[in-house]
């Protein structure tokens, strides 16, 4: 009896101690981006592309961090000139291993924002992957992780989510205050819109990631879909909602719906569009103007 007991308490213990140091960096090595695959698109003979020659001024890290008591992947991105500079949550789309937050994708997506002055800090999320379930904790936890980052403002922070990572920013701003603005890229807010949109969706990412979908698929969906509770958004937080017209992943009459029922409550929300893809493929140079821009005014 004394044994199960002392046994109970020494993993009571251990959990305890595991979700005391969420965000607590286990990892965090600096990677030399011309021994990536990146490398070879944009320095194709060596010598960094005109697009691309702010990336000599920043350094790329991959980290290993606690969230959970679990081991969750994440990259960092900052200047390498010293100083203290606003941070921002990169939240990466896709579902578990597909779309990936890389070093690659950090350079094309996030690395000119970041040589504008800005610590970029994303997360993998955990590999249970439950499409806006437990995972939306790997971000929150980013939080504490951020602390730990000498050149970052902990207390100056914004978010930047892509298609389901605009899913995880929404689910963010219901879980804390500590986003100061944010800005969602041709995110879903509507999952049953999705399945209209997608109905692949259903059987090859909702069901197979969505703890127990079939019974409770329309509970699942709506605490994952931002148009029922636009209500519980932080209302100190700004947004800028950025969508393609010619978008064929997220239907772009969610962000338009989206907006209507941000405005209907007097929320502090920008609506942009652009005639391009999910990924603004032919709009990057407007893209990273936009982004600069937005968080300039909000954090600078």
């Known amino acids: ?26 990892s965090k090595r600096l990677v030399d981006i011309s021994k990536t695959p990146i490398w070879n698109r944009i320095a ?21 961090y606690l969230s959970d008591s679990i081991r969750v992947k994440g990259i960092i991105v900052e200047p390498k000139s010293e100083g203290i500079y606003p941070t921002i949550i990169l939240n990466r789309g896709g ?20 040589s504008a002055g800005y610590v970029i800090i ?26 730990e ?24 701003l219901t879980k804390t205050d500590k986003i100061k603005t944010a800005v969602v890229g041709n ?14 969706m259903e059987t090859k990412v909702f069901a197979q990631c969505i703890p ?13 879909s931002a148009i029922y509770w636009t209500e519980k958004l932080d209302k100190n937080c700004s947004l800028l909602i950025l969508s393609g017209t ?8 969610q962000a338009v719906e989206m907006t209507k029922k941000l405005r209907a409550i007097n929320y502090n929300v920008v609506h942009k569009t652009y005639e391009t893809d999910h990924f603004f493929s032919d709009k990057k140079p407007e893209l990273n103007r936009e982004l600069i821009n937005w968080f300039d005014s909000k954090l600078k």
Not at 11 to 19: D, V
Not at 48 to 63: E, M, Q
Not at 104 to 111: D, E, I, K, P, Y
């Open 95 to 114: 579902n578990r291993t597909f779309g990936q937050l890389t070093i690659g994708t950090a350079v094309l997506f996030a690395s000119k924002l970041a």
């Open 246 to 253: 010619k978008d064929q992943r997220v239907n772009p009459n």
């Open 122 to 147: 994303g997360s993998n999320y955990r590999q249970e992957d439950e499409f806006g379930g437990t995972e939306i904790n790997d971000v929150l936890n980013l939080f504490e992780t951020i602390k």
């Open 212 to 224: 127990n979908y079939w019974e409770n698929k329309e509970d699942e969906l709506k605490k994952r």
């Open 1 to 26: 009896m004394f044994l199960r007991v002392a046994l109970c308490s020494i993993l009571l213990f251990s959990t305890l101690m595991g979700f005391a140091q969420n965000g607590k960096i286990l």
């Open 149 to 172: 980052v000498p050149k970052a403002d902990n207390e100056n922070i914004g978010m930047l989510g892509w298609s389901r990572g605009g899913m995880m920013t929404y689910l963010a």
């Open 44 to 64: 194709p003979n060596g010598e960094l592309k005109p697009a691309f020659k702010h990336v000599n001024d920043l350094n790329f890290y991959a980290i290993t």
């Open 187 to 200: 995110g879903a807010t509507d999952l049953f819109n999705t399945l209209e949109f997608r109905p692949g």
